[in-house]
């Protein structure tokens, strides 16, 4: 069992910067690939970024590439996402995701936080 806590999401004008961070319980985190997801008002929610287990590889929806980053501290059992150059666009509910596969489709993910506001003001 993995729980999952967003934080860091807020408020931010266009050009701006914010990092989300997902803090998980437990000593599994580690054997974890994990995800960032997002779904803005009136949409499906869709998949922003993916983190391997070991943090060595990584993938990005090609709206975000450049302008944001996933990474992992395994000894603090933490993902990280660092958003620069946010747009009005990038402005969703953020989620960040545990599971074993490593995956862009939500439904390989095993473990969802609660998620944390991101709003981007033009």
């Known amino acids: 069992q993995v729980q999952l806590v967003e934080s860091g999401g807020g408020l931010v004008q266009a050009g701006g910067s914010l990092r989300l961070s997902c803090a998980a319980s437990g000593r599994t985190f580690r054997s974890y690939a994990m995800g960032w997801f997002r779904q803005a008002p009136g949409k499906e929610r869709e998949f922003v970024a993916r983190i391997s287990w070991s943090g060595g590889s990584t993938y990005y929806v090609d709206s975000v590439k450049g302008r944001f980053t996933i990474s992992r501290d395994n000894a603090k059992n933490t993902v990280y996402l660092q958003m620069n150059s946010l747009k009005p666009d990038d402005t969703a509910v953020y989620y960040c995701?545990?599971?074993?596969?490593?995956?862009?489709?939500?439904?390989?993910?095993?473990?969802w936080g609660q998620g944390t506001q991101v709003t981007v003001s033009s």
């Open positions: 995701a545990a599971g074993r596969a490593v995956s862009y489709y939500s439904y390989e993910y095993d473990y």
